[in-house]
């Protein structure tokens, strides 16, 4: 079977370089910095809503200097079941731990002790599926945004030379209707004449046949 291959400038713009609404965008402090992320919910929502059928698992999981580290699997399917993808990627998260002081300036006699490795796990779980999602096209422009402001700069070029095209013949139609003009103008009017012609011809008497 021959594969079909969609050119990118056959694609209209709000599909090559479609912004995810600044709604569902968040930012996350991370050990390189602060970066913007997308919250888990839209993100299962997306999948729900392009791909029906989908699961993702945890593939491998471990601590590394008081960090979670993950390797998530994302596997969807068509509506059909009879086209599987699979996407995996890693996602990170702190281990979490008390305080050494209380906010009342106290000695934390919890300090040091991890408050809650389950919620730990899932925050890198979840930063795995987000992840995942990307490489499928869900908030592409969030995790990279210098190439989704290329596609837009290219596809909004596209779209320009697109219209450039439609102005060159829509000029090229109105210099052919002004050459055709006259020619135009002398077929009406000879049409005109055959018109007043044949009304005339049938208003007149017609000729009595000889009688015999």
């Known amino acids: 079977m021959e594969k079909k291959i969609i050119k990118f400038e056959n694609l209209p713009i709000e599909q090559v370089a479609k912004k995810t609404d600044l709604i569902w965008v968040e930012q996350t402090q991370l050990r390189g910095g602060i970066f913007n992320t997308v919250e888990i919910g839209y993100v299962e929502f997306e999948l729900h809503r392009r791909f029906p059928l989908w699961d993702f698992e945890i593939v491998e999981d471990k601590q590394i200097d008081g960090q979670i580290v993950v390797k998530g699997k994302l596997t969807v399917k068509s509506p059909d079941g009879k086209m599987t993808i699979t996407k995996m ?10 305080a050494d002081l209380l906010p009342n300036g106290q000695k934390n006699p919890k300090a040091g002790e991890m408050i809650d490795l389950a919620n730990d796990y899932k925050a890198a779980a979840s930063d795995a599926l987000k992840k995942c999602a990307s490489l499928l096209g869900i908030a592409f422009d969030v995790y990279h945004p210098r190439v989704w402001q290329k596609l837009f700069i290219l596809a909004k070029r596209q779209n320009k030379n697109v219209e450039s095209k439609e102005e060159k013949n829509k000029e090229k139609i109105i210099k052919l209707e002004k050459e055709l003009a006259p020619q135009t103008e002398g077929m009406k009017r000879a049409k005109e004449a055959m018109e007043k012609y044949k009304t005339e011809t049938l208003d007149e008497d017609p000729i009595s046949p000889p009688n015999y």
């Open 89 to 98: 990627q890693y996602g990170s998260s702190e281990v979490k731990k008390f």
